[in-house]
């Protein structure tokens, strides 16, 4: 059986985190993003403390952090951020 391709969405915060970041950085989370539309629970991933929805990918000292919404298969991309900053 296979599964469905889930849509990815990029909030605006998460659009001016990308641009702020160096471009060869800004080049190895792109494709981790586009990567969560078929498996939006890929390896690494990790369900944050205390959300019903929310989860986090590491890349590098990066953080990919989104919402997974299994219901209308879709994944909000809400924050990029430094590992020091990602959880304010």
Same mark, same amino acid.
């Given at each position: 059986?296979?599964?469905?391709?889930?849509?990815?969405?990029?909030?605006?915060?998460?659009?001016?985190d990308l641009r702020r970041l160096p471009t060869q950085i800004r080049d190895r989370i792109v494709p981790v993003i586009v990567g969560?539309?078929?498996?939006?629970?890929?390896?690494?991933?990790?369900?944050?403390?205390?959300?019903?929805?929310?989860?986090?990918? +590491? %890349?590098?000292?990066? /953080?990919?952090? #989104?919402?997974?919404?299994?219901?209308?298969?879709?994944?909000?991309?809400? +924050? %990029?951020?430094?590992? /020091?900053?990602? #959880?304010?």
């Amino acid at each position: 059986m296979k599964s469905a391709v889930y849509n990815v969405y990029v909030e605006a915060t998460a659009e001016r985190d990308l641009r702020r970041l160096p471009t060869q950085i800004r080049d190895r989370i792109v494709p981790v993003i586009v990567g969560l539309a078929p498996a939006p629970r890929p390896h690494g991933c990790r369900k944050i403390a205390g959300s019903q929805n929310d989860w986090r990918i +590491r %890349v590098g000292d990066h /953080r990919v952090v #989104y919402e997974i919404d299994d219901t209308n298969k879709t994944v909000k991309v809400m +924050r %990029v951020r430094h590992r /020091r900053e990602a #959880y304010r």
